[in-house]
């Protein structure tokens, strides 16, 4: 996975790196790469295609130790209270590419 800080988004960097990346790859004699992209969009310029469209991820929860965060949880005991949470999530993932939509029946 390639990425960057969001404060540095824009700057070409990206760019610059899978440049130098698939450069590589091509020198050595590697025939295609798998990417898990933000933007299909963005990755088309290189060449990448949609390949699937389920990928799985694990890592360890002692990995993100370090990331201090501070949030509180209500739970939610209405069927109005859950439409709201699902509008919520729904217009949050709009700009995300593969992410979990859910079914109606995950949501209710």
């Known amino acids: 996975m390639v990425g960057t800080l969001p404060e540095t988004r824009g700057s070409g960097a990206v ?4 440049g130098v990346i698939l450069r590589e790859y091509k020198d050595n004699g590697d025939l295609f790469a798998t990417l898990i992209p933000f933007s299909f969009a963005f990755y088309r310029k290189f060449g990448f295609e949609a ?3 389920m990928v799985e991820q694990k890592a360890d929860i002692q990995q993100f130790s370090s990331f201090k965060q501070t949030f509180a949880v209500n739970r939610i005991l209405s069927q109005e209270a859950v439409d709201e949470a699902h509008a919520l999530y729904m217009n949050f993932i709009r700009d995300y ?3 979990d939509t859910g079914t109606d029946e995950k949501w209710i």
């Not at 760019?15 to 899978?18: P, T």
């Open 97 to 99: 590419n593969l992410a």
């Open 15 to 18: 760019r610059s790196l899978m």
């Open 51 to 53: 390949a699937s469209e």
